[in-house]
């Protein structure tokens, strides 16, 4: 049975293996390092039986680094669309592609997701490639929708979709939408 544990530096070196899929973003050490530096708790590791590592999340908590517009923040009386209230995020979440099919990626997932209502955050978010419709199926499954297109988000020039699930203390679910596909915003407007 594997089980999900937090990230360890020593983990570091044993990722190889759940970076081959091609939509798989890999960063440099020092990506890796910041994270667990500055989010440690918010970074895990599904460990198999085998010892090896089959899946990991790398995620953090943070708002946008101006004060929001109206204070208290509140969805239904925020002007500006790109202002990131206090949320969880989603940077990374892969799952080797011989653990697939296993529930590893809700289980990271949901690990953050509590975090996130623990912090009192608003919604937990994602980035994920237009082109990949079996993430989006997935994270559609566990109860995220699409808020905007970002175009251009990629070195490559693909576009990406930020998904949402909203977290507790967004009661009306003000900060997720319906449609979002069709609201286009360029890389720049997001923080």
């Known amino acids: 049975m594997s089980t ?22 890999t960063y440099n050490i020092g990506f890796y390092m910041e994270y667990l530096t500055k989010w440690p708790d918010l970074c895990q590791v599904v460990e198999g039986i085998d010892g090896q590592i089959e899946g990991y999340i790398l995620g953090k908590l943070e708002s946008s680094p101006y004060p929001p ?6 969805p239904s009386t925020n002007p500006d669309p790109n202002y990131l ?5 989603i940077t990374a979440l892969t799952v080797s592609p011989r653990a697939r099919r296993l529930g590893h990626a809700t289980r990271l997932s ?30 559609r499954k566990m109860g995220y929708s699409v808020y905007r297109r970002v175009v251009g988000y990629y070195g490559d020039g693909e576009d990406a979709l930020d998904m949402r ?8 679910r003000g900060t997720v939408r319906e449609g979002g596909e069709k609201i286009c915003v360029r890389p720049e407007d997001v923080w």
């Open 4 to 25: 999900v544990r937090q990230m360890t530096t020593d983990d570091l070196f044993h990722l190889s293996s759940t970076n081959l899929d091609p939509l798989t973003e």
């Open 69 to 74: 517009p109206t204070t208290p923040y509140h």
């Open 85 to 89: 209230p206090w949320h969880g995020h």
């Open 110 to 139: 949901t690990s953050l997701e509590r975090a996130s209502d623990a912090n009192d955050a608003w919604f937990v978010d994602l980035f994920v490639r237009a082109e990949n419709t079996v993430a989006q199926e997935l994270y």
């Open 165 to 172: 699930r909203p977290c507790s203390r967004d009661v009306g």
